[in-house]
């Protein structure tokens, strides 16, 4: 199963930038998609934030448009998330996620990288 491992993570103010990595242990064009989810504290569930599919289409959560850029790096496997303009309520856990081909295969996830955001 494909590994994907993520990093970038951190605490940062209020207005401030983060860039996470989520570098994928094979072709990322083996995914029929990748993104990006993220679970907030107390929260049951993982919100999708981002996501890219291998012919290069992007979507965007409505509450991160305009402040978050998915893109990717194909010679190295990797895919990243651009944070601007951070806000309290984007802390949470992001997880980095990659789709299969097959709809019926499981998606693979990264270990999650916590995103701290203080006022």
């Known amino acids: 199963q494909v590994q994907l491992v993520e990093s970038g993570g951190g605490l940062v103010q209020a207005g401030g930038s983060l860039r996470l990595s989520c570098a994928a242990s094979g072709s990322i064009f083996s995914f029929n998609a990748m993104g990006w989810y993220r679970q907030v504290p107390g929260g049951q569930q993982r919100d999708l934030v981002t996501s890219i599919t291998a012919g290069g289409s992007t979507n965007y959560a409505d509450s991160v448009k305009g402040r978050f850029t998915i893109s990717r790096d194909i010679a190295k496997n990797t895919v990243y998330l651009q944070m601007n303009s951070l806000k309290p309520e984007d802390t949470a856990v992001y997880y980095c996620?990659?789709?299969?081909?097959?709809?019926?295969?499981?998606?693979?996830w990264g270990q999650g990288t916590q995103v701290t955001v203080s006022s």
């Open positions: 996620n990659a789709r299969p081909w097959v709809a019926t295969m499981p998606s693979s």
